[in-house]
């Protein structure tokens, strides 16, 4: 599976930004998610879509400011981010695996990654 993430660019707070992520090629994954490292941090855990997209799942640092959402027909992932803040300010990358329930937050459940797309808000 080969993922291509793009939307990135440079904000002001309160904007908002589409983040995509394009899957081709064949693999056995479940669930497509993104994360986010800023400099000199851990990737963390942002929200993901699995199976068809029914079920998504947020970081509470996130919620109701973020959507994640599947175009199966498309076979792309979207991140909706409204109300942005600073300190949302990081590198984006797009996972795909087949995470278990203990994993679905964490990098080491997903086995493929998109190269990331930066986004940077300012204040």
């Known amino acids: 599976v080969q993922l291509q993430a793009s939307g990135g660019g440079l904000v002001q707070a309160g904007g908002s930004l589409r983040l995509s992520c394009a899957a081709s090629?064949?693999?056995?994954?479940?669930?497509t998610g993104w994360f986010r490292q800023a400099p000199g941090k851990e990737r963390e855990f942002v929200a993901n879509a699995a199976g068809l997209g029914k079920r998504t799942y947020y970081a509470d640092s996130v919620k109701g400011r973020f959507t994640v959402s599947r175009d199966n027909a498309k076979n792309t992932v979207n991140l909706q981010m409204n109300d942005l803040k600073p300190e949302d300010t990081a590198v984006y990358y797009c996972?795909?695996?087949?995470?278990?329930?203990?994993?679905?937050?964490?990098?080491?459940?997903?086995?493929?990654w998109g190269q990331g797309t930066l986004v940077t808000v300012s204040s």
């Open positions: 090629g064949s693999g056995r994954t479940t669930t």
């Open positions: 996972g795909a695996g087949r995470p278990i329930l203990s994993t679905i937050s964490r990098p080491l459940g997903y086995s493929h």
